[in-house]
């Protein structure tokens, strides 16, 4: 079993999954679509690699402000969140994403990124930072006990 991230964006998902024994998480790849609403396609895609990977779990990422309020995005994403359960049957847990895309992006600069050609990753890296995150809070507490 693996576990899987997402970044559930406006128009993008950024996609990563995690190695068989859910130490770390690899980015796969970025689901685009059209428009907002247009999630049939983008749900079909994630079914797929689900049964690909042999996903038994999905970390979504939660995008709060950073004084820890909820605004539109969050509500969003709360909506992808039942919609994704109802359509996988799988357990999808919210995580803190705050500061993922930042974290993203600066790791592209320092790996040698164009800035032009950031945008064209950071949604697929922002997804392994919050599984990442995930994965390692998530082995923290197992091995804690």
């Known amino acids: 079993m693996r576990i899987m ?4 964006g ?3 998902v950024g996609v990563a999954v ?3 024994l859910l130490l770390t998480a690899q980015g796969l790849e970025i689901i685009r679509r059209k428009e907002e609403n247009k999630l049939r396609q983008t749900m079909a895609r994630i079914e797929a690699l689900i049964a690909e990977y042999e996903v038994g779990e999905i970390v979504l990422g939660f995008p709060r402000n950073m004084n820890a309020t909820e605004g539109l995005r969050a509500e969003l994403t709360r909506e992808f969140q039942d919609k994704l359960e109802k359509r996988t049957g799988l357990p ?4 803190d994403e705050r500061l993922t895309t930042a ?8 790996s040698g990124i164009r800035r032009e050609r950031r945008k064209e990753y950071v949604d697929k890296i922002a997804a392994v930072f919050i599984l990442q995150g995930y994965l390692d809070r998530r082995n923290y507490e197992l091995n804690a006990h």
């Open 92 to 95: 999808v847990t919210l995580w």
């Open 18 to 20: 995690s190695d068989s």
């Open 5 to 8: 991230g997402l970044d559930f």
């Open 103 to 110: 974290a993203a992006d600066k790791a592209m600069i320092e």
């Open 10 to 12: 406006s128009k993008t």
